[in-house]
């Protein structure tokens, strides 16, 4: 674990980071992925609409209990490729007791495309 001091950033460079509410409105198995995963598609609404994403996430979720979950993510780093999948963002998640993803979501219904203050 790095030094908590040495890792300081300033609230602007914070501020680079754009995370945003979305809405999954698709989900797949994605079994060409080294670790189990599923294949995510999220809306976030106007001008940033529909991205694709992938999540190891599978211990705790279902492509069928994720359809009108919303999650928050990032939506401004570079698309990656992820087996045949192009990520274009990066759905948040903390992991439980047993190390396995839980989505990082809003506890009530907000817009889609919200971003974190």
């Keep these: 674990m790095s030094n908590l001091k040495d890792?300081?950033?300033s609230f602007d460079e914070f501020m680079k980071v754009?995370?945003?509410?979305?809405?999954?409105?698709?989900?797949?198995p994605f079994p060409?992925?080294?670790?189990?995963?599923?294949k995510?598609?999220?809306?976030?609404?106007g001008k940033l609409g529909e991205k694709k994403?992938?999540?190891?996430?599978t211990a705790n979720y279902t492509p069928?209990?994720?359809?009108?979950?919303q999650v928050m993510a990032v939506v401004n780093f570079p698309p990656r490729q992820?087996?045949?999948?192009?990520?274009e963002?990066?759905?948040?998640?903390?992991?439980?007791?047993?190390?396995?993803?839980?989505?990082?979501?809003?506890d009530q219904t907000v817009p889609a495309g919200g971003r974190l203050h």
């Design 7 to 9: 890792d300081i950033i």
């Design 18 to 28: 754009d995370v945003r509410t979305g809405v999954i409105t698709r989900a797949e």
């Design 32 to 38: 060409e992925a080294r670790k189990p995963a599923i």
């Design 40 to 45: 995510l598609w999220v809306d976030f609404g």
């Design 53 to 57: 994403s992938s999540a190891q996430i």
């Design 64 to 69: 069928e209990t994720l359809v009108g979950t």
């Design 82 to 87: 992820i087996g045949p999948v192009m990520s």
């Design 89 to 106: 963002v990066l759905v948040l998640g903390v992991p439980d007791a047993n190390g396995e993803i839980v989505l990082v979501r809003p």
